[in-house]
């Protein structure tokens, strides 16, 4: 049984099948209209690319970016500059505000230099393991017994092993206490004591005798002569003139 065509179909090629070929030529041939993209604007604006493009003369990028820093155009504020951060002054040469505290940096500038807590003397070939100030006593007792025939003045005051076992001794000292800022500091108070600081500032004592007496414990201190009360011994000599030690101690202890 065979079906019938519909009433008023046409023999050969449909109207639809030959509109579309029509259709499409209409179409390609028709200019691009800016009204018709996605993202309207310029011919210029739809060219750029989603990534920075490459950076104009002066180093600046020829069109907004989604990225910091690569226009006015930038999707992101820009980032703040890093803050610079002043690298601290070393502690060891800072001052205090007392005098005991100026006496002390003083003492250091002549002794310790810049290395201040955790100075070695320099003619130690052997350094201790670590640095002085995170070591304990016991463990510097530990590296002079080890390292026989070089000196071993150590710290922002430069103890010499007998001053340092005299001191420790006489302040009941554990061996394991540390050998930190805090405790050298409160060794050359003692040194300091008995260099006669307390009879100085009562006014028993003259400045230049208190100073000879300070000479005499510390070896970078010059006597009136400029020269150190230890010159020649195990290479020691004034690091500062008897000009400058006067004018300093005269700041600190004005009167």
Same mark, same amino acid.
């Given at each position: 049984?065979?079906?019938?065509p519909f009433p008023?179909?046409?023999?050969?090629?449909?109207a639809?099948a030959?509109?579309?070929?029509? $259709?499409?030529?209409?179409?390609?041939a &028709?200019? #691009?209209?800016s009204a018709?993209? =996605?993202?309207?604007?310029? /011919?210029d604006? %739809?060219r750029?690319a989603?990534?920075p493009t490459?950076?104009?003369?002066?180093?600046?990028p020829?069109?907004?970016?989604?990225f910091?820093g690569?226009g006015?155009?930038s999707l992101?504020a820009? $980032?703040?500059?890093?803050?610079?951060? &002043?690298? #601290?002054t070393?502690?060891?040469? =800072?001052?205090?505000?007392? /005098?005991?505290? %100026?006496?002390r940096?003083l003492?250091?500038?002549?002794?310790?230099?810049?290395?201040?807590?955790?100075?070695v003397?320099?003619?130690?070939?052997?350094k201790?393991?670590?640095?002085?100030?995170?070591?304990?006593?016991?463990?510097?007792?530990?590296?002079i017994?080890?390292?026989?025939?070089q000196?071993?003045?150590i710290?922002?005051?430069?103890f010499?092993p007998?001053?340092l076992?005299?001191?420790i001794?006489?302040q009941g000292?554990?061996?394991?206490?540390?050998?930190?800022?805090?405790?050298?500091d409160r060794?050359?108070?003692?040194?300091?004591?008995e260099?006669?600081?307390?009879?100085?500032?009562?006014?028993?004592?003259?400045?230049?005798t208190?100073?000879?007496?300070?000479?005499?414990?510390?070896?970078g201190?010059?006597?009136?002569?400029?020269?150190?009360?230890?010159q020649?011994?195990?290479?020691?000599?004034?690091?500062m003139?008897?000009?400058?030690?006067?004018?300093?101690?005269?700041q600190?202890?004005p009167g």
């Amino acid at each position: 049984m065979f079906s019938r065509p519909f009433p008023g179909a046409a023999a050969g090629p449909s109207a639809m099948a030959m509109a579309i070929p029509a $259709l499409l030529c209409a179409l390609l041939a &028709a200019p #691009p209209a800016s009204a018709q993209s =996605l993202f309207p604007g310029s /011919a210029d604006s %739809r060219r750029t690319a989603l990534l920075p493009t490459p950076a104009g003369e002066g180093g600046q990028p020829r069109s907004a970016s989604l990225f910091t820093g690569t226009g006015a155009g930038s999707l992101f504020a820009p $980032l703040p500059a890093p803050a610079i951060t &002043a690298r #601290p002054t070393d502690p060891a040469i =800072l001052p205090g505000t007392g /005098a005991e505290d %100026r006496l002390r940096h003083l003492i250091a500038e002549a002794e310790a230099g810049r290395a201040g807590y955790d100075a070695v003397n320099h003619g130690a070939r052997i350094k201790p393991p670590r640095r002085p100030s995170t070591m304990t006593i016991g463990e510097i007792y530990d590296w002079i017994a080890a390292t026989p025939g070089q000196p071993h003045a150590i710290g922002r005051y430069q103890f010499i092993p007998a001053t340092l076992r005299r001191l420790i001794r006489a302040q009941g000292l554990d061996p394991g206490a540390v050998f930190s800022p805090a405790l050298q500091d409160r060794l050359a108070d003692q040194l300091l004591a008995e260099a006669g600081l307390g009879s100085f500032q009562r006014g028993e004592m003259t400045r230049r005798t208190f100073m000879k007496r300070l000479a005499r414990i510390w070896a970078g201190l010059p006597l009136p002569s400029g020269k150190s009360y230890y010159q020649g011994v195990a290479g020691n000599k004034a690091t500062m003139s008897w000009a400058r030690f006067e004018a300093a101690m005269a700041q600190i202890f004005p009167g």
